[in-house]
C-alpha cells in the first residue's frame, strides 16, 4: 500500500470514531437519558475543556520527546476503553466525568493526525496544500459511513453508538504504530524554561495578524458544533408535525449530506486558497455560517425540506473553509520547530475555548426558549445566525493580510 493510501485510511478512521456518535449523542442524551439542553450541552462542552488543555500538551509531546504516530496510537487507544464506561453509565454526572478524560484522549488526535499527514507527505516530498485535500476528504466519507451504520441499525438513541466509535478507536490505534515515524525535530539550541514547556508557540502571538486571526478563531469556533450538537434533536422534535418524514426518521441520514458537502468542498480548498487567499475564504466560510443557521429557522422534514438540504450543502463551505484552510494558514506561519504545538495552539482557541463557550452558551440560549418542554427552534436558529452576522461584518475590518498566490502553494522545508 502506498503512503497516501495509507494516510487514507488513518484519516478515515480519525473521524469514523467522532463520527459514530457525535451527531446521535445529543438526541440520545435528551430522549432516552433525559437530560436538559444546559446538561448536553456541558457534556459536548467536555470537548472545548478538553481541547484548551491536551491538544497543546500533547502537541508538546509530539515536537519534543515522542514520535507523532505513537501519540495519536495511544490516545486513541486510551480514549475508545473510556467510551466502552461511558455506554454503561446513565447519570449526568458519571457520563459528564467520563466523557471529559475521553475527550482528553481524542481531542488531541485531530491536531496529530493532521501532524502526522503533514511530516509524511513532506518526507515524500509532496505538497501539503495541494495533496493533502484529497486526503483529508476521507476523513469526512468514514464520518459519513459511521453516521449510515448508526442510523441504519437503529443505534441513534442507543449507547451502542459508543461501541462502534470504540471497536474503531482501538483499531486505529493500533494502526497508527505501524505509521512512518514522525519523530521529534532535533535541536541543539539549548532551550528556555518556556521552550521546554512548549510555550514557543505562542511566539504566533507577536504578530498582529496572528493575534487577530486566533481571536476569530476562538469566536467562529464557538459555533462550529452547534449543528452537530442539535441537529438531531430539532430533527426528533418534528416527530408530531411530520411523523413519517424521511428526516424524522433517519436524522442521520438527512444531516449526513452535510458532511457529503464537506467532501467537496475540501477538494477545492487549494483552488480558493490560491486564488482568494485565506482572508476571502475565511469570509465566505463565516457567511456560509449564516446562511447555514437561517435556513434551519425557516426549514422543517416537510415542505420546507428543501431549506434543510440546501443548509446542510452550505454546511460544506462553512466548516471546510474555516477549519482545513486555517489549519493549512498555521502550518504555513509556524516554524518547523513548533509545527505540532502550533496546530495545537490552533486546537485550543477553535476546538478548546471556542468550542466550550459556544456548548455552554447555546445550552442557555435553547433552555431560554424553551417553554413546557417546547424548543422555540426558530428563535433559537435565528439567535446564531445573528452571531454569525456580527462575526461576518467585523472580520474583513480587523484581519489585514496580503494574499500571494506563489507563497500560498510553496511547500514548506
Known amino acids: 500500500m502506498n503512503i497516501k493510501s495509507r494516510l487514507i485510511v488513518m484519516n478515515f478512521l480519525e473521524f469514523f470514531v467522532w463520527g459514530a456518535w ?22 459536548y462542552g467536555t470537548m472545548g475543556i478538553a481541547a484548551i488543555v491536551t491538544p497543546a500538551l500533547f502537541g508538546i509531546v509530539a515536537d519534543r520527546w515522542i514520535n507523532a504516530e505513537r501519540v495519536l496510537g495511544i490516545c486513541h487507544i486510551v480514549g475508545a476503553v473510556l467510551l466502552l464506561v461511558a455506554s454503561r453509565i446513565t447519570d449526568y454526572q458519571g457520563l459528564y466525568l467520563i466523557m471529559l478524560f475521553n475527550s ?47 442510523d441504519l441499525l437503529g443505534w441513534n438513541k442507543s449507547p451502542f453508538q459508543l461501541y462502534v466509535s470504540a471497536t474503531a478507536g482501538i483499531i486505529l490505534g493500533i494502526y497508527s504504530f505501524t505509521m512512518p515515524a514522525c519523530s521529534p525535530v532535533p535541536t541543539k539550541e539549548k532551550r528556555s524554561f518556556a521552550s521546554s514547556l512548549g510555550l514557543d508557540a505562542f511566539v504566533l502571538f507577536r ?62 480548498i487549494p483552488f480558493f486558497l490560491r486564488k482568494f487567499g485565506i482572508k476571502q475564504v475565511m469570509i465566505m466560510s463565516i457567511f456560509a455560517w449564516v446562511f447555514r443557521f437561517g435556513l434551519f429557522a425557516f426549514g422543517d422534514p416537510g415542505p420546507g425540506l428543501w431549506m434543510l438540504i440546501l443548509s446542510m450543502i452550505i454546511y460544506g463551505m462553512a466548516f471546510d473553509f474555516f477549519n482545513i484552510s486555517g489549519s ?43 417553554v413546557d418542554g417546547i424548543k422555540n427552534w426558530q428563535s433559537i436558529w435565528i439567535a446564531f445566525a445573528g452571531y454569525a452576522l456580527i462575526l461576518g461584518i467585523l472580520f474583513p475590518l480587523f484581519f489585514r493580510y496580503k494574499h500571494n498566490p506563489e507563497e500560498a502553494m510553496a511547500v514548506k522545508h
Open 104 to 150: 482528553f484522549f481524542f481531542m488531541p488526535t485531530i491536531g496529530l493526525n493532521n501532524t502526522v499527514s503533514y511530516i509524511v507527505l513532506e518526507k515524500k516530498g509532496f505538497n501539503i496544500v495541494k495533496d493533502f485535500p484529497p486526503i483529508r476528504v476521507w476523513g469526512t466519507i468514514g464520518f459519513i459511513c459511521a453516521m449510515w451504520m448508526v
Open 22 to 43: 457525535l451527531i446521535s449523542m445529543g438526541a440520545y442524551m435528551f430522549n432516552v437519558l433525559g437530560f436538559d439542553g444546559a446538561q448536553v450541552g456541558s457534556i
Open 207 to 268: 504578530r498582529k495578524k496572528m493575534i487577530i486571526f486566533f481571536l476569530f478563531a476562538l469566536l467562529l469556533g464557538a459555533a462550529l458544533q452547534i449543528t452537530n450538537t442539535y441537529g438531531s434533536t430539532f430533527l426528533d422534535d418534528f416527530g408530531k408535525t411530520f411523523p413519517d418524514a424521511f428526516g424524522v426518521k433517519h436524522s442521520n441520514v438527512l444531516i449526513s449530506i452535510s458532511q457529503i458537502s464537506e467532501t467537496l468542498f475540501i477538494l477545492t
Open 328 to 370: 493549512l494558514f498555521v502550518e504555513k506561519e509556524a516554524d518547523i520547530k513548533i509545527r505540532a504545538s502550533a496546530q495545537g495552539l490552533f486546537m485550543l482557541m477553535t476546538n478548546g475555548i471556542g468550542a466550550f463557550l459556544g456548548n455552554y452558551i447555546s445550552g442557555m440560549v435553547i433552555d431560554h426558549y424553551t
